[in-house]
């Protein structure tokens, strides 16, 4: 199956208490891509770049295995710049300079040879460009989106109309909590699935993830880490990693959607041990194997193997 | 095996946004003993009530099963008393009044016939009386304790001398951040095994529970539930089945503590679904393990079976 990404190539200046970075690789098409071509030999992206994007940054993708050919060039423009700071405890990062550039201009064209994309992922843009997306893609298999609180805040009633036309929405507890408005994550997830997505992921960061879908609740750990570098493009990759996984399954069901969570948590868990994708451009697939097979000693519940007989009586 | 849970006998006044009951049955000890009574007939529970505990609610605790031998009725004085207010989001708790009565001066004294005790649960209680308990008991098999913010804060060496002699801690995030002085968890869970207790439990609430035991990490999710009628008592009741259900093994290894962190859960998640201890009075052993199942069901990543072949080959 093909793997369509639709968002951000971006230049990323990121703090963390363990070092600092300007101006690398980043944005939410690149992440996604790179990690979804681990699993899927076909992955599209569709994005923009300014005139100042080097060469380099290209290679990068290029070298990744990913298409470019929905790789605009705005040679009017810069690219999309994001600076932002980590503090101590990793949970909450303060953006300290957001330059929309040529982004602010992008609408997205969809190469005539993506239209028959089979796995749609939509990283966090305005939901009016997400539904012009969709409007260029003829029939996917699963439309997977990813949102942020400036949308829920802003343009809730075009987010509204998105949520019903897509099929997986991935966001963390905190927005899940905003959209919805109650502060159960359970009744959230109820309340979001009524409003279109038929399945819904909700990241937590360090608590995991939550995989919500027809009559079916998953609960994925968080793969423990000691030290977390830098968590920049954690949920993309996430996103990237769970939507490659269902295209190399090729089917999309339950217990195929509660597999690509896991992988989808596992390569997350690779990308914040270094600085921006760096830890992605370099993993084999051994690696990837035998963090999968961590996550299922995590969270395997022993069998049971009673010594002593029935339960004691009360009362 | 035998189990002893030294700790409060209380009067609560709770306030949730689901309702509100004034003195009702409450303490640590009461939640231990009830919740570890469906796994174990032999739950041994020391205290102190004051002149004013009612005939029904040592009622409740002997028709539940529990040894009440332990349980000391102090006439010079009142229960302890506290008072609480829970806000809708259900994580952080106000406390309304703590009147301390006849804990002030509470030394417990073990009976003779439990210093034989095999499993012993110290409720969050100073940490010199904590210790005064183990001076009681010959050779336990393991020893489970809780402790709180407020010993962290103000007795941390008494703190460090009991975590020397037990075997598992029971602590939430916040406190296990508090304890190791670190904010990310895996790291803060290394810090306090390094003070004394080869085990560590983190409740996180909505979040689940982590194990930490010799070489193993497990987590165990938390049970899905949209209301949450009444947290309180949600701590002690997860330390109660899962002491109880180690009972009922008879073995502690890293199998039966995984298994009995999932007891645990179940029960808490029965405990909070109506006020007080409530719900644990009533429970059959067919619940429980319909709950169980679930648990299963929650964290169980099916086995793979792929439809297609290796990886596809990157770069």
């Given at each position: 199956m093909s793997v369509l990404a639709v968002g951000t190539v971006a230049f990323d200046s990121i703090e963390t208490p363990f070092g600092s970075v300007d101006r690398i690789l980043g944005g939410s098409a690149t992440y996604i891509t790179i990690a979804a071509r681990y699993f899927c030999d076909d992955v599209r992206l569709v994005g923009v770049v300014g005139d100042d994007f080097p060469q380099d940054y290209m290679d990068v993708l290029r070298n990744s295995g990913v298409?470019?050919?929905?790789?605009?060039?705005?040679?009017n423009g810069r690219t999309f710049f994001w600076a932002g700071r980590y503090h101590y405890n990793m949970n909450d990062r303060e953006t300290l300079a957001t330059h929309l550039n040529v982004l602010e201009t992008f609408t997205p064209k969809i190469p005539d040879r993506y239209r028959d994309s089979r796995i749609v992922c939509l990283g966090n843009l305005d939901p009016t460009i997400q539904l012009g997306v969709l409007d260029q893609i003829?029939?996917?298999e699963i439309v997977i989106c990813d949102t942020m609180n400036f949308w829920i805040d802003n343009t809730p009633e075009q987010l509204y109309n998105t949520l019903k036309r897509i099929d997986c929405l991935i966001v963390n507890d905190a927005e899940a909590r905003q959209l919805a408005g109650v502060p159960n994550l359970v009744a959230a997830a109820r309340v979001i699935r009524e409003m279109g997505p038929r399945t819904l992921i909700i990241k937590k960061g360090e608590h995991g993830a939550i995989l919500f879908t027809e009559g079916t609740i998953f609960v994925a750990p968080a793969f423990?880490?000691?030290?977390?570098?830098d968590p920049t493009g954690a949920g993309d990759t996430f996103a990237g990693g769970f939507a490659g996984y269902l295209a190399r399954e090729e089917r999309i069901d339950t217990d195929s959607l509660k597999r690509a969570v896991v992988y989808g948590s596992a390569m997350a868990s690779f990308s914040v041990?270094?600085?921006?994708?760096e830890r992605l451009l370099d993993l084999t697939h051994e690696e990837i194997e035998q963090r999968i097979e961590v996550f299922h000693e995590l969270s395997r519940i022993p069998a049971l193997k009673l010594t002593t007989g029935a339960f004691p009586a009360v009362q």
């Open positions: 298409d470019l050919e929905g790789l605009e060039i705005d040679r003829s029939n996917p423990p880490l000691e030290v977390i570098n041990e270094r600085f921006g994708p």
